[in-house]
RNA sequence: CGGGGUGUAGCUCAGACUGGUAGAGCGCUGCGUUCGGGACGCAGAGGCCGGAGGUUCAAGUCCUCUCACCCCGACCA
C-alpha cells in the first residue's frame, strides 16, 4: 500500500471523549471513528486489523472442526418468542418493525436462529455432532457502551454452536473448544487466562471466559497462585475456615435499640463486637419475588452467586422503599429473625455456623443481640453466595488466591439442552428413538481483542502491535522526496518486500520526516525500514523494531532478507 | 433510570458572567523556501455557534423546550 493514496486519518491530538487507552489511541490511529453512542465507522487500518483477528480466529475454528456460516442479523420475533427469551432478554434487545407493522430483533446473538436452522436440516444422530459458527455483526443495545470497540452496542462477534446428542460429545467438543481459543489468543500475542465463569443470562450447566490482563478490565479475577484454580469473581469459591470459637447463645435474642446505625461497620462498633459477629442481610428482587441473602458480617454477598443459587433468570437489590413496605421498617435493621413469610432466605453456611450473633431485629432502629441460627431462624436455602476476596483461602489447594482485572475477549458455554427443548430440536438416536440435542456456544470479540491487544501493548508513542494483528508487516519510509535515487532504491525495497509475500506499505507522502517516522509508530507497525540521505550513501537502510527501538543497519540489496528475519524471529 | 458536564471551523479549544459585524492553535488549498523526529514565509478556503421557540432595536451570549454526546452513579443495609 502506497500511503499517498491511502486514508491513514491519524490524528495529531488526543480526542477528547476517550478515556483509556486502546480507545484514544483507536481514534488517533485513524482505526475507528464514532458515528453514535457504541456505534463505530471502521477506517480502513482498523479494518485491516480486525481482519487479522477475524482470520486467525476463522483458522482455528475450521481447524477445530467448526463449519463456518452467516445468519441474518435481522430475526423475527416468532424466533424469539418461541426460544422465551423475547419477554426474558429486556431492553438489550433492539426490537423494530418492518412497513407491515411484523416484529423483528437485531440479533444480540444467535441461539434461536442457529437451533431454528439446525431442527429444519437434521434428523438424525448421523449428523452430529455439528458446529457452526459465524463472525458477524451483533447489536446489544447497551445501557452504557465505553471504552471504544471494548463495550460497543454494535460489535463484531465470532459465535459457534454445537449440536449434540449426548454430555460426552458435549464435553469433547468444548474441550476442543477451550484448545482452539487458547491457540487463538496465543497466536494474537495476548497475556491470557482461562477463568471458571457465571452462566449469567443465557444460562447452562458450565464455562469459561477468556481474559485479557489488563488493569483497564472491566471483570475481576481470582486466581491461586499456588494451583491452577482462577475463576471470575462472580462465581470465585473460597477456602472455608473453620468457625470462631464462640459458645452458643443460651440467652434468646434481645432487641437492643441502635439509633441511626445502619452499616455493619457502623453497629458493630455501636456494639462493641466485631463485624464478623454480626449476620449481613440483604434484600434482593427477583422475577419470584423478594428473597434475603445473609452472610457473615465482614463478607460481601456477590449478587452472581445468589442468582446462581436461586437459579433465576436476574436478580437486583430490592428498592428501599419497596423493603419499607414489605419489612415496615427501612433498610439498614434487617435480619433473618421474624421476617415476612414471603420473603425467601438464603444463607451462607458461614453465616449458620455463627453463634450469639448480632442482626438487624426488623424493627425501627433496632438489633438484635444472641441469635442462634436454625434455632432462631430456617432458611429455605444454604448456600455460598459470599463473594471470594484477593487473600482468600483457594478452594482447590492450600494456596492464596489473588486478583487481577481482565478483558473479557472469549467465553465458551456448555449449554445443555434448554434451548433445545425450547425450540424442539429432536433427533434420532441409533435405536430410532427420538432425543433432544444438547448444546454448546462460544463466542469471541473480534473488535474487544483488537482492543485488548492494544491495551497490553502500547507506549507513549502508540500502538505496539503484536506482529500477527499489525496493519501492515512492515513500512518502508523514504525521508527524502526530492532524491530520485533514493525513492527508487525505496520502491524498489517495497516491491520486493511485496513480491516476497510480505504485507508492507511504503510511507511515500510528502511529509516532514518527523510526520512520517511518528505517524508509523502511532499506527504501531512492527518493523521500519527507513531510508535517509545520510545512510543511503553509504549503500545502508536502517530497520528498526517498533518494540524494542532497536535499529540495525543493512544493505539496500540485503533489506529484504534482514527483514524476513526479522519476522521470523516473531519481532 | 438518577446526577453532573459539554455542544462554536476537520481536530483541540477561547468568546457567554457584562447582548453590539465569528476567533486562536493545529489541520486543509496555492506559491516559494526547507527536508533525519510533528518546519518557515506569503496568499487563501472553511462556521445555520447542535435544533426549535421566545425576550430584545440587536442573541454564540439571556429565557424555555428539545436533541446529541461524555462522565459518575444505580444503593453491601
Redesign the pocket.
Known sequence: MRLSHYLLA????????A?VVSHRLMLRAGMIR?L????YDLLPTGTRVLRRVEQIVREEMNRAGALEVILPVVQPAELWQESGRWDKFGPELLRLKDRHGRDFVLGPTHEEVIVDLVRRDVSSYRQLPLNLYQIHTKFRDE?????GLMRGREFVMKDAYSFHTDDASLDETYQRMYDAYGRIFDRCGLDWRAVEADTGAIGGSASHEFMVLADSGEDEILFCTTCSYAANVERAEFRREASDEVPPAAEMPEQVATPGQ??????AAYLHLEPRRLI?????ETPDGLVMGC?RGD?????ARLRAALGTAWL?????ER?TDVFGV?????GPVRKPEAVRLVCDPDAMRMHDAAT?ANATEAHLLHVEPTRDFTPDLIAEIA?ARKGDGCPRCSGVLDSARGIEVGHIFRLGSAYAEAMNLRVQDADGKEVTATMGCYGIGIGRTAAAAIEQNHDE?GIIWPAPLAPFAVAVVP????NDALCAAAGGLYDALLGAGIDACIDDR??????K???I??IGIPIRV???????ERGVV?I?TRRDGE?IEAPVDGAVEAVRTLLSSGR
Open positions: 491519524t490524528l495529531r491530538e488526543d480526542p477528547k471523549e478515556e464514532q453514535a453512542s457504541g456505534i445501557v452504557r457502551p465505553r471504552f445502619k452499616a455493619i461497620e457502623d453497629v449481613k442481610s440483604l434484600v434482593f452472610v463478607r460481601d454477598i456477590e449478587p437486583e437489590l430490592a428498592d428501599p423493603v427501612e433498610p439498614g435493621y434487617l438487624g463473594g508513542r525521508l527524502d522526496l526530492r510528502n511529509e516532514r520526516p518527523g510526520v517516522l511518528s505517524d509508530e502511532l527507513v531510508f535517509g540521505r545520510r545512510s543511503f536502517e528498526t535499529t
